[in-house]
Each structure stands twice: as structure tokens, then as C-alpha cells.
């Protein structure tokens, strides 16, 4: 398998992004520039990190969006590659139209930075080993001050009533028991939701807690890992190609 990480200007978890591709799950691994023009071959799975992307100025990811790279991103999604966002990468991935819906600033206004717990719900490549091994919550890091999620009610009856492969709630934020409560949202997203599926096959995922930041036993927890493993084992499943 091969991953491809995105850095932008102000990036800042890329560092933690790829040693956790490279070093913990053990995938071959590329950095990428915002201004290239085009992703390295073969390519299998494009995971754009956490931060502040150009400073976060306007929102969150408009002026990523129209980064150069972000063409080959698309074409690579509408092919069924493999694409991941993490927390300032889902914003990324919904200001590009990669992802329905929006973040917006926290309903308390605050910026968050905590352990959280996530229930994994529809399947997908990233959620599919938690499903299997019947995870109730995992606990995960959040850091940041626009991580709630909106949309129109049509889209959220969508996502909370998904299609086959359509868009779909892939996280939501529950407590350590993986109970859907009020005080378990964090930011006040739409239905609890931490993260959200879309693409031709439910390829593309943006979530907004960090799983690399909870990836091995020095971070006291490796939950995260198993969203990327999980990822390995459907390229594996497909040939090792996504």
C-alpha cells in the first residue's frame, strides 16, 4: 500500500500523520506540497493532516481547497482512491465539495482540546475493523475551535438514513459506554457527528478527532490505529489497490 500526506502552509499535525503511516501501520509513504501538481504514482490512500491550512484566514480550508494539488485529489477520489481528512483536512475535504455539509465554530465558541469518545457506524474502509471487532467507543483527541458539523435537514436525514455506499455518518461522539448523550458532543455537530463518509463507494472520510495522535502505546492509547489499519486491509482486500 501506498499513502500520500498533503501538507499546506500551516499544517501541523503532517509530522504525526506520517510517522504513523510509515513507521507504526508500516505503509509506504509520500509527502506531498500543496503546489504540486500531480499525487505520485500508484498511489493507494491520500490523508490530508490536522492544522491551519494558509492560516485558517477567510474559513477553515478556502484557500486549501484551491491549492493545485487538490485537482489530483479529486480525480483521485472519483476513481475510488482511498481519501482521508483529519480535523482542519475534513475541512478541506467539505470546502472542496469532497464532503457534504460544513464545520463551523463550536456552539460554545471555544476551542476544544480533549480526549473524546467516537461509536464507528456506518462501514466503510476506515470504519470496517471496528465494526468487526464490535467496538462500542473509541477514545480519541480533538483540538479544535470549528469542528461542528452543519448541513441542511435533507442531508442530515441522508446521513442518518444512508443509501448503499451512500454518504453516511461514519463517528459520532458518545460517552466511554458508547452512549448517544448531550454532554458527550463536544461541539454541538448535527447529530452528534464526528466524522462523515462520501465518494463513489464511501471512499472518502473526514473526521474531526485525531486518530494518529492515539496511534501507539506511548500516546496511552492505540484506538486510532485501527482506522488505518483497517484502511491496509480493504486496499489488501482489493488487490492492494484502492
Excluded at 499525487?39 to 493545485?68: E, M, Q, T, W
Excluded at 475551535?145 to 442531508?155: I, K, N, T, W
Amino acid at each position: 500500500m501506498h499513502a500520500a500526506v498533503v501538507v499546506f502552509p500551516g499544517s501541523n499535525a503532517d509530522v504525526e500523520l506520517i510517522r504513523t503511516l510509515r513507521d507504526v501501520v508500516g505503509v509506504q509513504t509520500s509527502v506531498v506540497w500543496h503546489r504540486d501538481a500531480a499525487l505520485p504514482a500508484n498511489v493507494d490512500l491520500v490523508a490530508l493532516p490536522g492544522g491551519f491550512a494558509h492560516g485558517d484566514y477567510l474559513r477553515c480550508g478556502a484557500i486549501a481547497k484551491v491549492s493545485p494539488i487538490m485537482a489530483d485529489v479529486k480525480r483521485h477520489a472519483d476513481r475510488g482512491g482511498l481519501v482521508l481528512g483529519i480535523c482542519n483536512g475534513f475541512q478541506v475535504l467539505t470546502e472542496c465539495g469532497l464532503l457534504p455539509g460544513a464545520l463551523t465554530r463550536n456552539d460554545h465558541l471555544r476551542f476544544e482540546c480533549k480526549d473524546v469518545y467516537l461509536r464507528p457506524r456506518a462501514r466503510g474502509p476506515f470504519t470496517a475493523l471496528a465494526l468487526d471487532q464490535k467496538k462500542v467507543a473509541l477514545r480519541l483527541p480533538i483540538a479544535h475551535g470549528e469542528g461542528r458539523f452543519q448541513a441542511s435537514s435533507e442531508l442530515v436525514k441522508a446521513l442518518s438514513h444512508p443509501a448503499d455506499d451512500g454518504p453516511a455518518i461514519a463517528f459520532d461522539y458518545v460517552d466511554a459506554e458508547g452512549r448517544l448523550v448531550p454532554e458527550a458532543n463536544p461541539n454541538g455537530s448535527a447529530l452528534a457527528i464526528a466524522g462523515i463518509y462520501a465518494g463513489p463507494s464511501r471512499n472518502v472520510m473526514g473526521l474531526m478527532p485525531h486518530p494518529e495522535r492515539m496511534s501507539e502505546p506511548l500516546h496511552g492509547g492505540e484506538d486510532g490505529r485501527l482506522l488505518f489499519e483497517s484502511a491496509v486491509t480493504a486496499v489488501l482486500a482489493n488487490g492492494g489497490r484502492s
